[in-house]
């Protein structure tokens, strides 16, 4: 999702290089699936995509951009590459590169706030669902764990609670905030939420798998570096083989939680095997 979408002025800084920075990161805008999800997940409750949801498709989008520009960061997962190009902090510096993630996490949930289509409490509930998917339980909890664990050798139990928080939990936050803005039952958010944490585990183990079987030109980020690190993952735990059968089984086992819904999720099906069976 780009600037172009939303309200320029949300995104606007009187320095230019930051500015610059900003949208460097914003015209490269990844796969987009976090957005899609939350997109998809709206249609499937209210059989069309509420303009709304769009504004809260970008906020998410951005969050996920702040991660990465974060994660890349010397002090972090020290990457190079993101997306085919060189990183922020390699284009410009490190203090940018923070004040980039700085911005556009407050930046989205300023989105959200004024979205005024969707009611005060939706609003809320949206911003209360996205802030618990990116803060201490959710992703940034999880990098703290998933850090920590450097150099050491876990369980496929402890993978699963790390991923659950550092790439899972925002995932989940994008089809509820959907599903919100659609107004969804109680018993559908709860089948969505259910189908949410096995396809995000499900994300996590292919990218396990594909870190190992693609190239950096493939991945459009440095491949084998978990190995580099020392990290412990689904396939270090489980084998290439063992890791491409447990995506497999939660790939399967998240689509039959979209049984409930019948054709309607239909596009959510086709997003989940994307998410599982993508090359990069």
Not at 19 to 25: F, G, H, L, R, S
Not at 196 to 215: E, K
Not at 252 to 257: F, G, N, P, V
Not at 259 to 273: I, K, P, Q, V
């Given at each position: 999702?780009?600037?172009?979408?939303?309200?320029?002025s949300?995104?606007?800084?009187?320095?230019?290089?930051l500015?610059?920075?900003?949208?460097?990161?914003l015209?490269?805008?990844?796969?987009?699936?976090?957005?899609?999800?939350?997109?998809?997940?709206?249609?499937?409750?209210?059989?069309?995509?509420?303009?709304?949801?769009?504004?809260?498709?970008?906020?998410?989008?951005?969050?996920?951009?702040?991660?990465?520009?974060?994660?890349?960061?010397?002090?972090?997962?020290?990457?190079?590459?993101?997306?085919?190009?060189?990183?922020?902090?390699?284009?410009?510096?490190?203090?940018?590169?923070?004040?980039?993630?700085?911005?556009?996490?407050?930046?989205?949930?300023?989105?959200?706030?004024?979205?005024?289509?969707?009611?005060?409490?939706a609003?809320?509930?949206?911003?209360?669902?996205?802030?618990?998917?990116?803060?201490?339980?959710?992703?940034?909890?999880?990098?703290?764990?998933?850090?920590?664990?450097?150099?050491?050798?876990?369980?496929?139990?402890?993978?699963?609670q790390?991923?659950?928080?550092?790439?899972?939990?925002?995932?989940?936050?994008?089809?509820?905030?959907?599903?919100?803005?659609?107004?969804?039952?109680?018993?559908?958010?709860?089948?969505?939420?259910?189908f949410?944490?096995?396809?995000?585990?499900?994300?996590?183990?292919?990218?396990?798998?594909?870190?190992?079987?693609?190239?950096t030109?493939?991945?459009?980020?440095?491949?084998?570096?978990?190995?580099?690190?020392?990290?412990?993952?689904?396939?270090s735990?489980?084998?290439?083989?063992?890791?491409?059968?447990?995506?497999e089984?939660?790939?399967?086992?998240?689509?039959?939680?979209?049984?409930?819904?019948?054709?309607?999720?239909?596009?959510?099906?086709?997003?989940?095997?994307?998410?599982?069976?993508?090359?990069?």
């Open positions: 999702m780009s600037a172009d979408a939303v309200d320029a949300v995104v606007a800084c009187a320095d230019p290089r500015a610059e920075a900003v949208q460097y990161v015209a490269n805008p990844g796969k987009q699936l976090r957005s899609r999800l939350t997109l998809e997940s709206c249609e499937l409750i209210a059989g069309k995509v509420i303009p709304a949801a769009r504004t809260i498709a970008t906020a998410i989008e951005w969050l996920h951009a702040y991660s990465l520009v974060h994660d890349d960061l010397p002090a972090m997962d020290n990457d190079e590459m993101r997306r085919g190009k060189p990183t922020v902090h390699v284009v410009y510096d490190e203090a940018t590169a923070i004040l980039v993630g700085d911005g556009l996490q407050a930046a989205a949930f300023r989105l959200i706030a004024n979205e005024v289509r969707l009611s005060a409490e609003r809320i509930d949206i911003v209360a669902l996205i802030s618990a998917g990116v803060g201490f339980g959710g992703m940034v909890g999880g990098q703290a764990l998933d850090m920590a664990a450097e150099h050491a050798t876990l369980s496929v139990a402890s993978l699963q790390i991923h659950a928080q550092k790439t899972g939990a925002l995932i989940k936050a994008a089809i509820l905030a959907g599903a919100r803005c659609a107004e969804a039952t109680e018993e559908a958010n709860q089948t969505l939420a259910k949410a944490d096995l396809i995000g585990l499900g994300f996590q183990v292919a990218d396990d798998v594909l870190d190992v079987t693609q190239t030109a493939a991945l459009g980020k440095t491949a084998g570096k978990d190995q580099v690190a020392e990290k412990s993952t689904y396939v735990c489980l084998g290439l083989e063992g890791a491409t059968q447990e995506a089984r939660l790939l399967q086992e998240a689509l039959t939680c979209l049984d409930y819904f019948g054709e309607a999720a239909a596009a959510l099906r086709s997003t989940a095997n994307t998410m599982v069976k993508r090359q990069y």
